[in-house]
């Protein structure tokens, strides 16, 4: 069931028609055409306020109830709250305090992140449909977080971060058999890319058919039971990066948010379709495992390398 609000303004004076429009926006309703708005019907008190207002100020207002004619126009309706968008706006300012943190002050960087934490506060209170994205960006603050502790934290040791992701060294990780799913996609390609580049650099992979049969020994990720896989919101290359503690590159970062649409969905990248589409046609090239990941790993190389004019 829907709530919906059927309004016209008076023509002046023009601040009752700012104020409305500010109090619909700061609702997050969607617009089914000027003077049509829409809620979900829990929040149909939201609109009582606006619609006395305009009544006061000689206006007309009128709140109906509203239901969906079928599942479709329901997904209809649905789809006109996603906030992938808004919380990819926050995304890139929760970014933009990660990459500052080496060169503001501790004061400037707690000011700062009370803000972004304020404005995820603010998303969240308008997203009527929390999925993905929303789990995505309270794991990036958390980690944010984090990071703010840890940098300013005067030499204290990072041996366990918050979210549950243990700190390792990657010389204790070196020419070692890491074991993933046979056939990757996009996570466990980027995985593969990332334990080569940044973690072992003579690493080999064994590619499993069945992940329950996987070989002793072996390091697993991105499967069930793998010592490296998801954690809450985080893809297997986002737990990665924060195992060997690399989330102050700004670079995988920009990856790793391309990386996570693809494999999880949630906020939106602009690098995704074009990942999806090289991947996607290695994949039709290389039957062979292996051959995917070394051609995989080209261009991650040359993403890594051309993201370094932009960051």
Request: hydrophobic content about 45%; charged content about 25%; proline content about 4%.
């Amino acid at each position: 069931m829907w709530s919906l609000l059927l309004l016209t303004l008076p023509t002046q004076p023009n601040a009752v028609r700012v104020r409305v429009w500010r109090a619909l926006k700061s609702l997050g309703c969607a617009a089914l055409r000027d003077g049509a708005y829409l809620l979900p019907a829990t929040h149909e008190k939201s609109f009582e306020p606006i619609a006395a207002d305009v009544r006061e100020n000689d206006g007309s207002a009128m709140v109906f109830a509203l239901a969906s004619r079928d599942a479709a126009q329901s997904d209809e309706l649905v789809a006109m709250f996603d906030r992938g968008e808004s919380y990819a706006q926050w995304h890139e300012t929760a970014a933009g305090l990660r990459s500052a943190l080496a060169t503001i002050t501790e004061t400037e960087a707690r000011r700062r992140l009370r803000a972004v934490a304020e404005a995820l506060q603010v998303l969240g209170r308008i997203d009527y449909f929390p999925g993905t994205a929303r789990q995505q960006a309270q794991s990036e603050l958390d980690a944010l977080r984090q990071s703010l502790e840890t940098h300013f934290a005067s030499g204290e040791p990072r041996s366990r971060a918050e979210h549950g992701i243990a700190r390792l060294k990657p010389a204790r990780f070196q020419r070692r058999r890491w074991a993933t799913r046979a056939r990757p996609w996009v996570d466990r390609l980027a995985c593969a890319w990332l334990i080569r580049r940044f973690i072992d650099p003579h690493a080999s992979f064994v590619w499993l058919a069945d992940p329950a049969r996987a070989p002793r020994g072996v390091l697993g990720f991105d499967y069930d039971g793998a010592r490296f896989t998801h954690v809450g919101a985080r893809v297997s290359f986002e737990v990665l990066i924060a195992s060997f503690s690399l989330e102050d590159d700004a670079r995988l970062q920009r990856i790793a948010k391309a990386v996570r649409y693809l494999d999880a969905g949630g906020i939106p990248a602009p690098e995704a379709a074009g990942i999806e589409a090289v991947l996607g046609g290695l994949r039709m090239i290389h039957a062979d495992d292996d051959q995917l990941a070394a051609a995989a790993a080209t261009m991650f190389d040359a993403l890594y390398a051309a993201q370094g004019e932009t960051v």
